[in-house]
Structure formats: structure tokens, C-alpha cells
């Protein structure tokens, strides 16, 4: 796991007036998310395939809303195609293994869009179905709060299907309604805004990250992601100037239509957005839109390539999937996250009355620290010297520490302890204090990310 998820567990397991106290200060849009993953943590327990199943889950979820929308509006065979395209984009599989909210809103995202087309195409529906549309809006929201921007795609997808007005005037007082029960959740994230402010220090709207990493992962899949995105545009127009308006063209046509807006339109809002009020983009944040992208490819593999180019097509998606589904396998997949490693290499190697330090010089969702809090079991038998205050009893997501330095008690009677840092260098403060105490480095293991290192000093 790595640092997001870290933010997850740890606010998951904390106490029901900490998780609230912390989500007041910080974090408020994950806190519904947090909240249900309290429940299921104690239910199932905080083990990584334990947090990741729910989300595991909700791609389930998400690939079946994409099935019904597209076996409504173009049959079967596109249904099919678009499920098994959605599922092998990298984004979507990555979602599916993170223990953080993107599966989620994606799933919502998916089956409000279903039950909006079902509205359209069933006008005589009673409110109560309308209710279920702002009710799960407004759940939405709470999950990811950039999950409002659906709300335009919805808008053009009443255009798309030429809603009549009676049916539009019910949408928009839906979505009022639940605009309005989600405005004190938007002015709390408002003000917290803040917590974002890192990302006015990186790149983060380059091409490569707009085009590539927001939903493909790598530029061959981007390719030819992009590809069926562009030759699904050319055939709508193309549609639409030979006037083929007859039942068998209209459905797949509003299915393409509202996959391009659903793709498209979130990310020139944000971006716009970014640009005039940034800090605001990171590429996650728009993964609810990868499902029309699978819908996209499916247009393309069915319904605007001739078959001998559909199946070359078809393979090509496969071919290019495997080997970003299983890079995502990998030990350090993680952005090159290693704590499980940390904690299976210390709780071999440790002994009783061992004493650990980690390294507080990096951001804190990428301190070696979290791998005390996300994988325990390794550091049963150690002391947390440099530990002022565990994170559960504050307001903000991570422990208060302090240096060695300041601490020189935790020392006392000591002989051995751990070092859990980024680099091999051996200059960080907290190994200067060891020296000078009289400890001897002995050991050094390395990591894909993090170093190990035994201080040793005789009795």
C-alpha cells in the first residue's frame, strides 16, 4: 500500500470523535469514504486485501452499470465489448486495487447515467424515481466532490436524447434539490482547501498527465485509446451529415455522444477551472470518466471498423493491457512503495526492546513511518522512539514526532536500534544522535524506496 491508502486506513481505524474532529480540520471529501471503511475494517478486519475488496468490488459494479447502459441504447454485442474494455483499462484496473473512494464515485457516476437515460426513455416513471437520481447525486458528491461535474454531462445527455421539457424541468429540480444538500459539504471542503496547495508546486497538466496518465497509463494504450475516441467523433458526424436518424443508429449514436461528454467534459471544466482558480487538477482526480472510454473503444470495435479490422482491433486492446496490468502487480507497484517489505525484513531481524526511528525529512504520505501503521506486525516487538503523539488523538491524519535529539531518554538502555530511511548516506539527524550516543552502524538493507539500518551499541 502507499501513502493514500495510508490516509484511509489510518483515518478508518481511528476512533467515531477523532475520524470527525479530523475530518473538520482535514479531509472532509474522503470523509463518507473513511466512515464506511471504518464499519468495514471492523468488520473484516485493516489487512491490504481486506481495505482494497471494497473497491475491488465497486469496479464490479461500475463494469455492470456500463453493460445495462450499453445494452440499452446499442445491444448486446456492444454491451459486451464495452464491459471487457472498461475492465482492462489500467485506471479502471488500478482503481479496483487502491483502497481509496475512485471506485466508488466511478461506480455512481456509471449508474447515475443509467438511471438518467432509463428516466428519459421511460417518462411516466413516478418522483420516487427521481428522488433515487438526487439521492444518489448527493451521495456522489460526498464520495468526491468533483463528482458534481456529472451533473453537465447529464445536462448533455437530456440533449442527446432530446428529453422533452416536462421530463428536464423534473432533472433540474432534482439536481437543485440536491445541489442544495450538498452546499454545506462543498463550503466545509472549501475551506479546506489548502490541504491541495502542494500541487501549485508540480507539473501536474502536462500533456503526458491530461492524455496518458489520467486514464491509459501508457502512450501505447493511449494511442489507441485516443484513436477510438477520435474515430468515434468522425462516425457521429458522419451520422449525422448522411441524416441517419432510424432506430437502429439513434441509440448508438446518443450512447457515443454521451461517452464523449462523459469523457470530455469533466476534464475541460477542471482544467479551466485549474487555470483560473489552481490549484485544483491532479490526473486521479478524474478517473469516475475512464468507463466512457471503454464504451468508446466498444463504438469503434463494433460498430465502425469492418470485422477482419475489429478482431485486430479487439487484440490489440488486450495485447497492450497485459503488461500495465501486471506492472500493477508487482511488489512496489506502488509508486515504488515498500512498507511491506520494511515490516517483513524488521520483524525477521528484530528482538524484543529493539527501539525504531524513521525518516521525517519527506512528505508525509511517503514517510517510512507508515509502514508501522499499515503493516503492525513486523514492529511488535520494537519501540517508536521518536513518537510524541499517536495521530488517532489529534485532528490532522499523521503522528506527531519528534527528532532524537529531543528525545535523548528514549535512548536509555538501548542497544539496538532501527533505521527506516530514503537514503544510505547515513547524515540524517536522527543517526548523528546515534553515533554520538555511542551506537555503531552494523547493517544496511536495501530497498526498492526506503533503506534499513541496525545501530548496535554494547551493553
Known amino acids: 500500500m502507499w501513502g493514500d491508502e495510508a490516509a484511509s486506513v489510518m483515518s478508518a481505524e481511528r476512533p467515531w470523535d477523532s475520524?470527525?474532529?479530523?475530518?473538520?480540520?482535514?479531509?472532509?471529501?474522503?470523509?463518507?469514504?473513511?466512515?464506511?471503511?471504518?464499519?468495514?475494517?471492523?468488520?473484516?478486519?485493516?489487512?491490504?486485501?481486506?481495505?482494497?475488496?471494497?473497491?475491488?468490488?465497486a469496479i464490479g459494479v461500475t463494469v455492470a452499470g456500463v453493460y445495462t447502459l450499453c445494452r440499452s441504447l446499442a445491444g448486446a454485442r456492444v454491451a459486451i465489448v464495452a464491459s471487457i474494455a472498461c475492465t482492462l483499462l489500467p485506471r479502471v484496473d488500478y482503481m479496483a486495487a487502491e483502497a481509496r473512494s475512485a471506485a466508488f464515485t466511478a461506480a455512481f457516476a456509471?449508474?447515475?447515467?443509467?438511471?438518467?437515460v432509463h428516466l428519459v426513455r421511460h417518462p411516466g416513471l413516478r418522483a420516487r424515481w427521481w428522488v433515487l437520481y438526487g439521492g444518489l447525486l448527493v451521495v456522489s458528491v460526498h464520495l468526491?466532490?468533483?463528482?458534481?461535474?456529472?451533473?453537465?454531462?447529464?445536462?448533455?445527455?437530456?440533449?442527446?436524447?432530446?428529453?422533452?421539457?416536462?421530463?428536464?424541468?423534473?432533472?433540474?429540480?432534482?439536481?437543485?434539490?440536491?445541489?442544495?444538500?450538498?452546499?454545506?459539504?462543498?463550503?466545509?471542503?472549501?475551506?479546506q482547501r489548502g490541504q491541495i496547495a502542494f500541487l501549485a508546486h508540480r507539473d501536474a497538466t502536462t500533456p503526458d498527465a491530461v492524455l496518458v496518465t489520467q486514464w491509459f497509463g501508457s502512450l501505447p494504450i493511449a494511442i489507441a485509446a485516443w484513436t477510438a475516441v477520435l474515430l468515434a467523433i468522425v462516425w457521429v458526424i458522419w451520422q449525422r451529415r448522411s441524416r441517419r436518424f432510424d432506430a437502429e443508429v439513434a441509440g448508438p449514436r446518443a450512447l457515443t455522444l454521451i461517452s464523449l461528454a462523459w469523457l470530455l467534459v469533466p476534464t475541460v471544466l477542471l482544467l479551466l477551472a485549474n487555470a483560473v482558480a489552481g490549484p485544483l487538477y491532479t490526473a486521479r482526480y478524474l478517473s469516475f470518466s475512464a468507463p466512457a472510454a471503454g464504451i468508446l473503444i466498444a463504438v469503434v470495435i463494433c460498430l465502425v471498423l469492418p470485422r477482419p479490422a475489429a478482431i485486430v482491433a479487439g487484440c490489440l486492446v488486450v495485447v497492450l493491457a497485459v503488461p500495465v496490468a501486471v506492472s500493477q502487480r508487482t511488489d512496489n507497484a506502488k509508486f515504488g512503495s515498500d512498507w511491506a517489505q520494511v515490516s517483513a525484513y524488521v520483524g525477521e531481524h528484530g528482538k524484543p526492546g529493539d527501539g525504531v526511528v524513521f525518516d521525517e525529512s519527506?512528505?508525509?504520505?511517503?514517510?517510512?513511518?507508515?509502514?508501522?501503521?499499515?503493516?503492525?506486525?513486523?514492529?511488535?516487538?520494537?519501540?517508536?522512539?521518536?513518537l510524541v503523539r499517536s495521530y488517532e488523538t489529534t485532528d490532522h491524519l499523521w503522528d506527531v514526532?519528534?527528532?532524537?535529539?529531543?528525545?535523548?531518554?528514549?535512548?536509555?538502555?538501548?542497544?539496538?536500534?532501527?533505521?527506516?530511511?530514503?537514503?544510505?548516506?547515513?547524515?540524517?539527524?536522527?543517526?548523528q544522535t546515534l553515533l554520538s550516543a555511542g551506537f555503531h552502524h552494523t547493517t544496511t538493507f536495501q530497498l526498492s524506496r526506503d533503506v534499513i539500518k541496525l545501530y548496535t551499541k554494547v551493553s
Open 19 to 57: 475520524l470527525w474532529a479530523m475530518a473538520a480540520n482535514v479531509d472532509a471529501v474522503h470523509a463518507l469514504y473513511y466512515a464506511f471503511l471504518h464499519v468495514w475494517i471492523d468488520l473484516f478486519g485493516a489487512s491490504a486485501f481486506s481495505v482494497r475488496l471494497p473497491s475491488a468490488l
Open 144 to 191: 468526491f466532490l468533483y463528482s458534481a461535474l456529472m451533473v453537465v454531462v447529464h445536462l448533455l445527455c437530456l440533449l442527446v436524447l432530446r428529453a422533452p421539457r416536462a421530463l428536464r424541468r423534473r432533472w433540474l429540480i432534482s439536481t437543485l434539490i440536491a445541489g442544495a444538500a450538498c452546499l454545506p459539504f462543498a463550503i466545509i471542503a472549501s475551506r
Open 401 to 431: 514526532v519528534a527528532p532524537l535529539g529531543e528525545r535523548p531518554h528514549v535512548l536509555d538502555g538501548r542497544t539496538r536500534v532501527w533505521v527506516v530511511a530514503r537514503s544510505a548516506d547515513g547524515t540524517s539527524p536522527d543517526e
Open 362 to 386: 519527506v512528505r508525509a504520505s511517503r514517510k517510512p513511518r507508515l509502514a508501522l501503521r499499515l503493516y503492525p506486525d513486523g514492529f511488535r516487538d520494537t519501540a517508536d522512539l521518536g
Open 110 to 116: 456509471t449508474w447515475l447515467t443509467v438511471l438518467l
